[in-house]
């Protein structure tokens, strides 16, 4: 990851984003009145490069991963649901598989080892540097170059601890701050997630500036993936939805290098109480807020639903000239 990001990343076109400001104005509608529409063409014109960009490819991604911490008793679900899960995905039986079919992402899911567990992050390291390294390549290596935008998402039972262990390391506060219920843990569930959490920081110390160790000490392979897929889709130019707590505290871990998350999109804000705060950490404003928590990418497709309708408006509208209305 350091020698990737080592070399300046693609930037936005700003002549492609100026033209679909212009576009916008243009349109017979008052100025803003389509209000976030409006700023997701304007964003998906500067990553794709085209003033009335398009998305004939949705790709949607979901990583799966299983996670040592599971031994702390910090998930009331035994680690088995992972794969019966991937299995649900790939048989077309999940929330997920419907979103993507409403809204014509084409899914793919990668199962990152289940058979064996990242480390128990409170005893030691949770991956190697290697490991980190060969599951960032697999999620790098997933990401089709030619998508006009990417949907992330993840499964893993345990991976919410996992999640906020990574929000901790990077952004301080206590584990209180960013522990949540998860897949349904209660109140005692969650506090023991707190006191884990703070018992592998105070282990691992974590340089917030280090997001390779960050992956090393707390991560999951999916984490892992999500971050070699950001990277990946950096590199095609490919824009991305983001969607809720633990996908969004994966790609989190390449905040400290500057601009890195610039290609993406929150997709929603969900109900884990600490993915609100980690979006306003981050500078990301979530496209919908409707209290979701499920997970696998199912808040991701949803938005994808709504950037389709924001190009749709962009590129379907008359301007005032062809429509011979007055004001533009």
Known sequence: MRARLANPLPAADTAAADAARARQASLTKPPGSLGILEDLAVFMAAWQGRARPRIARAQALIF?????ICARGVNPFPQAVTAQMVANFRT??????????????????????????TGD?????????????????????????GADVL??????????????????????????????????ADAEGVS????????????????PRDGLGLLAAFGGREQAAICGAVLAARQARVPVILDGFICTA????????????????????????????LLDALGLRPVLALDMRLGEGSGAAVALGVLRAALSVHDGMATFEEAGVSGG
Do not use: Y
Not at 125 to 144: C, F, S
Not at 192 to 207: C, F, N, Q, S, Y
Not at 250 to 274: Q, Y
């Open 64 to 68: 799966a991963g299983n996670h040592g």
């Open 121 to 145: 992050f409170t005893t030691g390291p949770a991956m190697t540097e290697a490991e980190v390294l060969e599951a960032m390549a697999q999620g790098a290596a997933a990401v089709d170059p």
């Open 92 to 117: 077309g039986g999940a929330a997920i598989n419907q979103l993507c079919r409403a809204f014509d992402a084409q899914l793919s899911v990668v199962a990152l080892e289940l058979e064996r567990p």
């Open 250 to 277: 994966a790609a989190a871990v390449l905040h400290p290098f500057e601009g890195a998350l610039a290609h993406c999109l929150a997709g929603h804000c969900s109900a884990e109480p600490g993915h609100r705060r």
């Open 151 to 184: 949907l992330l998402g993840e499964m893993g039972i345990g991976n919410s601890t996992v999640a906020a262990a990574l929000a901790r390391g990077l952004f301080g506060g206590h584990a209180t701050d960013w522990a949540g219920p998860g897949t349904g």
């Open 192 to 207: 023991l997630k707190a006191r884990v959490i703070e018992e592998g920081i105070a282990l691992h110390r974590p340089d």
